[in-house]
């Protein structure tokens, strides 16, 4: 039987997906996507999961697009169908990873390129180890940032960072995406897994319906007025108020002990 190409361990409440082709620096084929996708399914539908780590197997986190995969390639050798491999995809993986009811973390252990880069980028917080490196490889190839990043990058970094980054398609050390804000946090290689295993505890213990919720408020806000914010505030917090969490985290603090969130 051939090697899976996710790896899936848990740990407590806190599910780890590792990209599983070394050899190609873990690039994404059809096969890859499929598996990537069915274990964000599993993680998202298991209510014991309450934060998911990705990463990657071998020297790299992920290379884009494996660029040798019969995805690629076009019928009778006519040019590919670029906008199809996109939408069947990069499309429903990107929008898997924002709308999970629970933090993804991206734990980058060495380069992240192409959409490999996007993908990290679309997690809700990314660590990356020294040694690790984020390209915007497409100009390279002729094409645009995809899997999110024309969205990500200039909020992310703001426009002048975000083209400089998008067009040279130069390699960015992770210590300078974290002086950029492009991530939550640089580390040293041999600390990348205790970091970011840290972080997985410590969101998992957090209200994870509420979490989710703050990441679907921070991305709605970027395209609402000042007054339209207030107002969705206003109706997730009627809705968080009412919930078990709220209760059992006010509960918790007048009792002076550790509270106890089940939500989901
Ligand atoms: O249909 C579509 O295209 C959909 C759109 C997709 C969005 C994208 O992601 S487009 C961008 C695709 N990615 C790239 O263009 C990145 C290509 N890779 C690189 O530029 C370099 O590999 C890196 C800068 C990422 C790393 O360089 P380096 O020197 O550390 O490693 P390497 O020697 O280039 O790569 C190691 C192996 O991985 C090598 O295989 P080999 O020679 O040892 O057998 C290399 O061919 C393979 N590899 C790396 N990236 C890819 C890849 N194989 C297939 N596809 C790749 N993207």
């Given at each position: 039987?051939s090697e899976p190409l996710i790896l899936v361990s848990?740990?407590?409440?806190?599910?780890t997906l590792i990209l599983n082709r070394p050899a190609a620096l873990n690039s994404f084929t059809?096969a890859m996507?499929?598996q990537l996708?069915?274990a964000?399914?599993?993680?998202?539908?298991?209510?014991?999961?309450?934060?998911?780590?990705i990463t990657g197997a071998g020297?790299g986190?992920c290379?884009?697009?494996?660029?040798?995969?019969?995805?690629?390639?076009?019928?009778?050798?006519?040019?590919?169908?670029?906008?199809?491999?996109?939408?069947?995809?990069?499309?429903?993986?990107?929008?898997?990873?924002?709308?999970?009811?629970?933090?993804?973390?991206?734990?980058?252990?060495?380069?992240?390129?192409?959409?490999?880069?996007?993908?990290?980028?679309?997690?809700?917080?990314?660590?990356?180890?020294?040694?690790?490196?984020?390209?915007?490889?497409?100009?390279?190839?002729?094409?645009?940032?995809?899997?999110?990043?024309?969205?990500?990058?200039?909020?992310?970094?703001?426009?002048?960072?975000?083209?400089?980054?998008?067009?040279?398609?130069?390699?960015?050390?992770?210590?300078?995406?974290?002086?950029?804000?492009?991530?939550?946090?640089?580390?040293?290689?041999?600390?990348?897994?205790?970091?970011?295993?840290?972080?997985?505890?410590?969101?998992?213990?957090?209200?994870?319906?509420?979490?989710?919720?703050?990441?679907?408020?921070?991305?709605?806000?970027?395209?609402?007025?000042?007054?339209?914010?207030?107002?969705?505030?206003?109706?997730?917090?009627?809705?968080?108020?009412?919930?078990?969490?709220?209760?059992?985290?006010?509960?918790?603090?007048?009792?002076?002990?550790?509270?106890?969130?089940?939500?989901?």
């Amino acid at each position: 039987m051939s090697e899976p190409l996710i790896l899936v361990s848990t740990s407590g409440a806190v599910r780890t997906l590792i990209l599983n082709r070394p050899a190609a620096l873990n690039s994404f084929t059809g096969a890859m996507h499929e598996q990537l996708l069915s274990a964000l399914n599993d993680a998202a539908d298991d209510l014991a999961v309450r934060c998911v780590i990705i990463t990657g197997a071998g020297r790299g986190f992920c290379a884009g697009q494996d660029l040798s995969d019969p995805d690629m390639a076009g019928a009778d050798g006519s040019a590919p169908d670029v906008g199809a491999v996109i939408e069947r995809r990069y499309l429903p993986l990107a929008q898997r990873i924002r709308s999970m009811p629970v933090p993804v973390i991206a734990a980058v252990n060495g380069v992240a390129a192409g959409a490999g880069a996007n993908f990290a980028l679309g997690c809700d917080m990314v660590i990356a180890a020294r040694s690790a490196s984020f390209i915007q490889a497409f100009s390279k190839i002729g094409l645009v940032p995809d899997c999110g990043g024309t969205w990500l990058l200039p909020r992310l970094v703001g426009r002048a960072r975000a083209i400089g980054l998008a067009m040279t398609g130069d390699k960015l050390p992770a210590e300078e995406a974290q002086r950029f804000g492009l991530i939550w946090q640089c580390v040293d290689d041999a600390a990348l897994m205790d970091s970011v295993a840290l972080l997985a505890d410590k969101l998992a213990a957090l209200p994870t319906k509420a979490l989710a919720d703050t990441r679907l408020a921070l991305d709605a806000a970027s395209m609402l007025d000042y007054g339209q914010a207030l107002v969705l505030e206003a109706s997730m917090q009627r809705e968080l108020g009412r919930a078990h969490d709220f209760s059992e985290g006010v509960a918790a603090f007048m009792q002076k002990r550790a509270p106890a969130f089940s939500d989901r």
